[in-house]
């Protein structure tokens, strides 16, 4: 009888840990339904530290974009046809003291702000897969037609100037779910070169740490590094840029969507050029600190 008892009591010790031990999994996919309509806010505060010539210029800017996303069709591949749109965007800068505000919701005669509004009329179409990869995009050339003139909006709105910019900038937020099932303490790399960014290299770390009913919380770290030329106003410049990026993001178990996302980046970049004056070789040295913040809510 005792040892009945003692063996019982092995067992149930034996289920306990058993069940202690037992980390919850998920498997991190889109899982959209036709007719659903999901709006991502993004927010931006950047300071920027610039040394030329001697002087010190300190930047100032502060934006929200908020973009629509319109579940057209669910495929039978487990596709989706998504139809985009650009809701607003408004952008406070101030360069040493002077300021400068862009806003798509402006009665005012900035012609700007003006063409921002007008953009936001505009819808394009692209299919994502269900691990957040682009595959088509139609639609793209209106906007460049409405942005491509004007140097302030295609700074503004680069993801919007051609499809591989809109892809790459895109599936940064969608496209990064590893191919396996993930539990807590499970990492997994992504990488991806950003054409939108002059060809920006981003190296993202994921650490899953904790899965919960409804969410899986990731802690995320980025290696960034940028060495490109560039030409503004007919002059050439070399822009070199390391950074990192570190935050935490929330992915909603139902749909597969980071519901939010809160990321520190910083930033040392160098624009080497020659001096339009002297023909000198000259420096610009940089330093910037961003906090962003995204969500995305059904709506």
Request: no cysteine.
């Amino acid at each position: 009888m005792k040892t009945k008892l003692i063996a019982l009591i092995v067992y149930f010790l034996i289920v306990s840990v058993q069940l202690v031990e037992a980390k919850p999994k998920a498997l991190l996919r889109l899982n959209l339904e036709k007719g659903d309509t999901y709006q991502m806010t993004l927010t931006s505060d950047n300071n920027i530290d610039q040394q030329m010539m001697g002087q010190q210029m300190k930047i100032l800017q502060k934006m929200e974009m908020v973009s629509s996303y319109k579940v057209l069709d669910k495929l039978a591949d487990n596709s989706y046809v998504i139809e985009y749109s650009f809701v607003k965007m408004k952008m406070d800068m101030d360069v040493n003291g002077q300021k400068v505000t862009i806003d798509s919701e402006s009665t005012g005669e900035d012609v700007v702000s003006k063409t921002i509004k007008d953009v936001t009329s505009l819808k394009l179409k692209f299919t994502m897969n269900s691990m957040g990869k682009i595959q088509t995009v139609e639609g793209i050339d209106e906007y460049k037609q409405r942005i491509g003139n004007n140097p302030q909006l295609v700074q503004a709105l680069t993801m919007l100037s051609d499809e591989n910019n809109f892809k790459s900038n895109f599936e940064q937020y969608f496209g990064f779910y590893p191919e396996n099932e993930i539990e807590p303490g499970s990492k997994w790399d992504y990488s991806i070169k950003m054409p939108a960014m002059m060809n920006m290299d981003m190296l993202m770390h994921f650490n899953v740490t904790d899965i919960q009913k409804d969410l899986v919380v990731l802690d995320t770290n980025s290696d960034i590094n940028m060495d490109s030329p560039m030409e503004q106003n007919g002059m050439k410049i070399q822009l070199k840029m390391t950074g990192t990026q570190s935050g935490t993001m929330k992915i909603d178990r139902k749909s597969g969507l980071a519901g939010t996302s809160d990321l520190n980046q910083k930033f040392d970049m160098n624009m080497k050029m020659k001096n339009p004056q002297s023909g000198e070789d000259m420096e610009i040295p940089m330093q910037m600190n961003a906090v962003t913040k995204i969500s995305t809510v059904k709506i």
